[in-house]
């Protein structure tokens, strides 16, 4: 046991790697900065800075694979950097935003999103290296963090105000609590298939996709996460019958051979 902690001390006190931590720290700083923004006020601003620190989030670990700096405490340092980023911030925000008026209930509300962001973290970092790396279980807490924060945005757009639908704000906070802590897969975008070659038609559509989310941003980028949030429960519908299928197959095997 004195061992494994002496290694432990050992390797910190060798060094860490600076580029990929650089990135989690700027993720962490964008999340800082969004909370700073919606205790000004300026809700709008903050879930600007909350997709920023999605992105760095996103770059920190594409670095450390393309660099090869891997570390256990860069795994460590990005998943408290993350429930700082994507828990903490979404949650603060969205209970000065819309939640307030709903008491008990609203700051409950912020307080589940938060902590189901740090369960399904510890859950990750538990199952990376048994789940494949195509699927997420359950929903990412950035994708959850960027839904709340494509919300914000869509309503400052259209010029809603926060009293607006707000009974519907406060069910999609415990949605996407619920949706992070549960079963369903969601894409990773990890495949490296999407990095090779590909029909010059998909160049194309990604072209188009572009345009129409530069003509109307707030209301595009709303859209595609929301399909993002739903592609985990609508992928579990879908293929239902399919599992129902499998495991039947797979019942009358075990009777077959316990017959034999």
Known sequence: ??????DRAENIKKGIYILPNLFTTGSMFAGFYSMVASLNGNFDVAALWIFASAVFDGLDGKVARLTGTTSKFGVEYDSLADLV???????LMMYAWALKPFG?????AAFLFVVCGALRLARFNVQVNTVESKRFVGLPIPAAASMVAATVLLFHHFGWPSTYKRLAILVLIYLLAFLMVS??????????????RQPFGFLLLAV???IVVAAEPAVMTFGIMLAYVVSGPLGFVVGWPRRRRLEKAVHKGHGAAAGR
Do not use: C, H, Q
């Not at 008990?104 to 409950?108: E, I, T």
């Not at 079963?183 to 090779?196: M, Q, V």
């Open 208 to 210: 188009v996709l572009l």
């Open 85 to 91: 980023s994507f828990g903490v911030t979404p949650g």
């Open 104 to 108: 008990r209930l609203g700051w409950l």
């Open 183 to 196: 079963g369903f897969r969601y894409y990773s975008f990890k495949d490296p298939a999407l990095i090779k």
């Open 1 to 6: 046991m004195n061992e494994k902690k002496a």
